[in-house]
């Protein structure tokens, strides 16, 4: 007993997240960590099953690990230690980039009796949380979902606009917008629909480069400032971003998904652009991608 107590202890005391399964993948521990990076507290999920796909891993092909290729159940049938990047499922929905390490464990004789998992969270947490105290002293955070405001945002196309003129370091923009969000607002109401915009504005902060900024743009729209992209850089960005997005879903009722799809639309800036016209431009990219249906990244 003293001895669990200790190993628990020391478990609790790490910055890591851990989990630990049975050999039926059921799991028996959770720690402090754990809770704090995916938002499940650890009587929500003690005693479920990782194949119940509460942490839903998927990787970057978008390819969900847990119903799948679970590196977890791997190791514990063959002891192969694995270390895989992949991108968890907050409980509110939105994806965080993490890095997994999976071992099996052994009992006192030598037996498997299960396996852990230690995940680390890649995102700029640290970054993002200073930025958003210091736009809240200005005023410039959207507190509802916790990106800069859309006054904010058009200023720091400005004054990358003023530092393209003058070091010629190229920069682009990709403007998201939720597919049919009015639509959304009518059917579910305004706490559905605010849940959604925050899955989705998380989403975004939590993976991207600590030197972009996303902020809000409008009703069911945002825009991200990305700084040395190219023509040919942008839509992988885009692409990653609408994988990801495409895998983010809210639990309604403790048992329906819910999702949004987005277009995205982006470009570049360009010689003698100024910040009217830069925006006109994605803008008018991202009205083009709605009229073909949607859910589609579209470059200008």
Not at 123 to 143: A, C, F, H, I, P
Not at 180 to 196: E, H, M, N
Not at 215 to 241: E, Y
Request: hydrophobic share 40%; glycine share 10%.
């Amino acid at each position: 007993m003293y001895k669990d107590y200790i190993n628990k202890h020391f478990l609790n005391s790490l910055h890591e997240g851990v989990y630990i399964v049975d050999c039926s993948r059921k799991i028996t521990f959770w720690n402090k960590a754990a809770e704090e990076i995916s938002g499940f507290k650890a009587a929500e999920v003690v005693g479920s099953r990782c194949s119940d796909d509460i942490l839903s891993h998927v990787d970057a092909s978008g390819r969900n690990l847990c119903t799948g290729s679970c590196p977890l159940a791997a190791v514990v049938l063959d002891g192969v230690e694995r270390d895989v990047d992949v991108f968890l499922r907050h409980k509110d929905g939105f994806r965080i980039p993490v890095a997994i390490r999976v071992k099996q464990l052994l009992d006192a004789e030598g037996e498997v009796c299960g396996g852990i998992e230690m995940f680390t969270n890649l995102s700029n947490q640290t970054v993002n949380k200073r930025r958003e105290q210091e736009l809240r002293v200005m005023g410039y955070l959207d507190e509802a979902i916790g990106l800069p405001s859309k006054e904010y945002i058009e200023k720091e196309v400005y004054l990358r606009l003023l530092d393209y003129e003058s070091s010629g370091m190229g920069f682009g923009i990709l403007m998201i917008g939720v597919d049919s969000y009015r639509q959304i607002l009518a059917r579910y109401g305004s706490k559905l629909g605010g849940r959604a915009l925050k899955m989705v504005a998380s989403t975004l902060n939590n993976n991207t480069r600590p030197f972009d900024v996303f902020g809000s743009f409008g009703s069911g729209c945002f825009l991200g400032v990305l700084r040395n992209v190219d023509i040919d850089f942008l839509p992988i960005i885009g692409m990653k971003l609408k994988l990801l997005l495409d895998n983010s879903y809210l639990i309604i009722d403790n048992e329906h998904k819910f999702s949004v799809s987005v277009t995205i639309g982006g470009t570049v800036a360009r010689q003698r652009d100024n910040t009217p016209e830069l925006l006109e431009r994605v803008l008018e990219v991202v009205e083009i991608g709605k009229e073909r249906g949607g859910n589609v990244v579209l470059l200008s």
